[in-house]
């Protein structure tokens, strides 16, 4: 039985939101920038030792900033492009690929029933975030 990409992703919400799986996105590149533009201020300003001192500036208010604030995974599963669902949909089918299921409904019950399949799909999930942004992942709430 062939799945949409749309099913995949209502399966891995259903699989992190029973795992209670909350992220935090990384956003070093708002991080990076705010640090080089307070740098270069600061050098317009005050010259070699005020590229210094911005830069110190905006590397610790980039860091602020940046840390990541936890937001349930499902959220920023449903929120990702097209194309990122994607790559994580390929990423998923291989596991249930070789199952046997008719319907969506058949095989969301037949993964939340097995601790292992979740399991799995989990791992799919803290993969994907991890590896493709730089999420960190926290358990239950």
Known sequence: MPIRVDQMMQLLCSVSQEKGMTAAV???GRGALLAGATAFVGGLVGGPPGIAVGGALGGLLGAWMTSGQFKPVP???MEL???EQQKLF????AIVRNLDWTDIAQLTALVMGSGHLQQQ?????I???????????????
Do not use: C, F, M, W
């Open 127 to 141: 993969n994907y975030l991890t590896r493709e942004l730089s999420a960190e992942i926290k358990y239950g709430e």
């Open 81 to 83: 492009p097209p194309a």
């Open 75 to 77: 959220q920023i599963l």
């Open 26 to 28: 990384k956003h070093s």
């Open 121 to 125: 799909l989990a791992g799919v999930v």
């Open 90 to 93: 390929d990423e998923a089918i």
